[in-house]
């Protein structure tokens, strides 16, 4: 007797703010029993992070992922677009400046200019109507009801404040009284990307949604510090932070300077199998990143770096890296200066080690915030939260290796991400690089949405067994 195979179920989503598709990919990724997320639309007012998205993620096409101001297109044309008046799923991060610590500092240094009128104190709401797009995520799921909803955010959203008729509330309530008003009971956590196996101390706010009585479970913590004992030691079947230069080692180096922009090495450095002797080699003196078992997690993360899964890409291009192109080394200053900034470990180079003309070659001012300036990545651990504006911050983002005296490119800021190699984000040479920092910036890591994927999943089949 032939033994049937169980039918799969198909979980209807739509991403509002799809960006290039870090949360679509994660959550395309992600299994559980037999249901699969169907992807029905997504929506980013940004045509090349909309070209980037068609190009990458399966299932996308002119016809469900849309070039469009939220405001505008407004949820009933987009039901009458897609055939859906409702879905199972509605995921997104409505992009919030004012709330992060770095928007609040730049409208402020505005406000002490005169150039901003605000009359609220430094923590009151700031008047940016960027901050108020989640107002339009409300009204998606207010329209389409979905069983469940994932909001993700700066973590800065969680300490904001709004100022209403004479009072302060925090900001989180105010949404999440947005959300209670159309029949919503949400929970909400911070969530720092290292603690789920992405080379990246990047933490955000998750917020989620359901009908009724919340029995979300949120992911469990799979990784910490290499600090801490359970870590270090391998307990309760946890794993080491990946370090950033576990998570970039195998890519092709550029040691030295370099004199092309257009410079292309495509080939891998290294075979995944014979990364652990070359970081054991290279780090022969630190202890605690040498364990066996951090050596294991950082095979399996090139592994999955190096897999093509899910997205569109052709297998005959995974024996190749995209989007590896470093930019060109062209001020004396930069020269000079590059192989004197080592790792903070050990020495942090200070305003005072730079000479003169070194000063006026790097436009460095009078230095009081000179440790903002320039960085390099410690190798030895996550890097720090890779921003969108790294295309004009390079300079906070040297390469871990002290070796390769330069910023690091898009392929190495998306690894930190957690982006797989076959994620093309130059949509095969389309989009600038400009674009892909500021896309792959912006992103929510996709392993950190697969991890929330899988818990959408259970979620939804328990629901299913209920009923």
Known sequence: MERKEKKVKLITVIDLFSGCGGLSLGLKSSQYGSSKFKFVASIDNDPKAVQSYIYNIPDANDNN?????????????????????????????????????????????????????LSEERHAFIDDPRNKLFHEFVKYVDYFQPEIFLFENVKGLGSHKKRESGTVRDMIDVIKNEFALIGYETKSQVINSANYGVPQARERYFLVGTK????????????????????????????????????????????????????????YEYQVEEVDKVYRKKYSNDVITLNTKSFLEMKSFLK????????????????????????????????????????????????????????????????????????????????????????????????????????????????????????????????????????????????????????????????????
């Open 304 to 467: 999955i770096m190096r897999t093509n899964d899910v997205l569109k890409t052709k297998v005959a291009n995974l024996e190749k890296v995209s989007c590896h192109i470093p930019r060109k080394i062209n001020e004396l200053g930069d020269r000079e200066i590059f192989p004197l900034i080592k790792n903070e470990r050990d020495y942090k180079f200070q305003y005072g080690d730079l000479q003169k003309n070194h000063k006026h070659l790097m436009r460095l001012g009078d230095g009081k915030s000179f440790s903002d300036k320039i960085r390099r990545i410690p190798w030895w651990k996550p890097s720090w939260t890779v921003v969108a504006h790294l295309a004009l911050d390079g300079y906070l983002f040297l390469h871990p290796d002290t070796d390769q005296n330069r910023s690091i490119t898009a392929r190495e800021a998306a690894r930190f991400q957690s982006f797989p190699d076959c994620f093309d984000f130059s949509a095969n040479g389309i989009i600038a690089k400009t674009h892909q920092y500021r896309h792959i910036g912006n992103a929510v890591p996709p392993l950190v949405a697969k991890s929330f994927g899988i818990e959408i999943l259970k979620y939804m089949n328990n629901k299913d067994d209920e009923n």
């Open 65 to 117: 992922a849309f070039c469009e101001d939220l405001v505008k297109f407004g949820p009933e044309k987009l039901s009458k677009r897609i055939g859906y008046k409702n879905v199972d799923v509605i995921v997104g991060g409505p992009p919030c400046p004012g709330f992060s610590v770095l928007g609040r500092s730049k409208i402020m240094g505005l406000v002490r200019k005169g150039k901003w009128n």
């Open 212 to 267: 009724n009585k919340n029995e979300f479970e949120y992911p469990i913590q799979t990784h910490y510090a290499n600090s801490d004992q359970k870590g270090g030691n391998g307990q309760d079947g946890m794993f080491n932070h990946i370090s950033s230069m576990q998570a970039i080692i195998d890519l092709p180096r550029f040691v030295g300077f370099v004199e092309e922009e257009n410079l292309i090495k495509e080939d």
